[in-house]
């Protein structure tokens, strides 16, 4: 396996294509190579490359660490950061690994999903920007060609302030999520409810969303049937990590329960 450490943008996506794969803090990459799914050929760092860390304003760019996230970005996005693996992983760890690894449990999704936020992607020949539906097309698939780069993530002004980050898992801590969800709530009472790990993509509930958005002070009676929509929406699988009728269970509560703190 060759290993190319580029010291500038321009110099890696020349480097791409032809089987090369970049690698930024490689907390999914490697765990890929040591149990042998994967032989790359050719890997292409991108620590070295400045440009990628950069975050402004609205534009987090791809080799943004978790650990970054956790004391600087917008609140559930901080608070899906703070649940990212252990220390050690979330000071590797980054957004743009996210996006690349694309796995239904990607705790950096749902947020993404509920504010509505675009990637951007580079090669030589070309830059372009997908909605964050465009971007993810199946299970740990996405829209990204071999010879693209992950550039950044672009969120859209005026996030709401009222915004929550839960997940469900077996234990507490460095756990894959079962279910996990972002509701935010603007002061107009617009929801959104974007959840991970219930389908092969993030997803929005968007049946749920109008139903409460319409509703300026939610009863007990409305946030029960907020999450009798979610439950209903979800598209969940049984696997090695939970049963498809809990998680369909699981993220209605989670979403009434991450409502009920926006509104409180
Ligand atoms: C012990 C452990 C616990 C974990 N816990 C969690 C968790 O709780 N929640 C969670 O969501 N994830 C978790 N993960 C997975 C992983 O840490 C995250 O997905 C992380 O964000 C990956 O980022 P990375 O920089 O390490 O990616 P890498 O491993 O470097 O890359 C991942 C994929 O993305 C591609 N890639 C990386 N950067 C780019 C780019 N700029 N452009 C194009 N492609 C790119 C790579 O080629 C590769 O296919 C865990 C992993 C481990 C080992």
């Given at each position: 396996m060759?290993?190319?450490?580029?010291?500038?943008?321009?110099?890696?996506?020349?480097?791409?294509?032809?089987?090369?794969?970049?690698?930024?803090?490689?907390?999914?990459l490697?765990?890929?190579?040591?149990?042998?799914?994967?032989?790359?050929?050719?890997?292409?760092?991108?620590?070295?490359?400045?440009?990628?860390?950069?975050?402004?304003?609205?534009?987090?760019?791809?080799?943004?660490?978790?650990?970054?996230?956790?004391?600087?970005?917008?609140?559930?996005?901080?608070?899906?950061?703070?649940?990212?693996?252990?220390?050690?992983?979330?000071?590797?760890?980054?957004?743009?690994?996210?996006?690349?690894?694309?796995?239904?449990?990607?705790?950096?999704?749902?947020?993404?999903?509920?504010?509505?936020?675009?990637?951007?992607?580079?090669?030589?020949?070309?830059?372009?920007?997908?909605t964050?539906?465009?971007?993810?097309t199946?299970?740990?698939?996405?829209?990204?060609?071999?010879d693209?780069?992950?550039?950044?993530?672009?969120?859209?002004?005026?996030?709401?302030?009222?915004?929550c980050?839960?997940?469900?898992?077996?234990?507490?801590?460095?756990?894959?999520?079962?279910?996990?969800?972002?509701?935010?709530?603007a002061?107009?009472?617009?929801?959104?409810?974007?959840?991970?790990?219930?389908?092969?993509?993030?997803?929005?509930?968007?049946?749920?969303?109008?139903?409460?958005?319409?509703?300026?002070?939610?009863?007990?009676?409305?946030?029960?049937?907020?999450?009798?929509?979610?439950?209903?929406?979800?598209?969940?699988?049984?696997?090695?990590?939970?049963?498809?009728?809990?998680?369909?269970?699981?993220?209605?509560?989670?979403?009434?329960?991450?409502?009920?703190?926006?509104?409180?």
């Amino acid at each position: 396996m060759e290993i190319v450490h580029p010291n500038s943008i321009d110099e890696a996506l020349a480097g791409l294509g032809d089987g090369a794969i970049p690698l930024a803090g490689g907390t999914d990459l490697m765990v890929e190579v040591n149990f042998g799914h994967i032989r790359p050929e050719r890997v292409i760092g991108l620590r070295r490359l400045a440009e990628l860390k950069e975050w402004d304003g609205q534009r987090i760019g791809a080799g943004v660490t978790w650990r970054r996230i956790e004391t600087h970005g917008p609140k559930a996005l901080a608070e899906a950061a703070r649940t990212v693996g252990s220390p050690q992983i979330r000071n590797a760890g980054t957004i743009g690994g996210n996006l690349g690894t694309a796995s239904p449990a990607g705790d950096g999704h749902p947020f993404l999903a509920a504010v509505g936020a675009s990637i951007e992607l580079a090669s030589t020949a070309s830059q372009r920007t997908l909605t964050w539906q465009e971007f993810f097309t199946g299970v740990k698939e996405t829209a990204r060609r071999p010879d693209e780069l992950i550039m950044a993530v672009h969120l859209p002004a005026g996030l709401p302030e009222r915004q929550c980050f839960g997940k469900i898992g077996i234990r507490n801590a460095m756990v894959i999520a079962t279910v996990c969800a972002v509701v935010t709530r603007a002061d107009d009472g617009k929801t959104t409810v974007a959840l991970g790990s219930v389908a092969p993509t993030p997803i929005r509930a968007t049946g749920a969303e109008n139903m409460i958005s319409s509703i300026g002070h939610p009863s007990a009676g409305d946030l029960v049937e907020f999450q009798r929509l979610v439950s209903e929406e979800v598209r969940p699988i049984t696997d090695h990590r939970s049963t498809e009728e809990y998680r369909r269970h699981g993220a209605g509560v989670l979403a009434r329960r991450l409502l009920e703190r926006c509104l409180s």
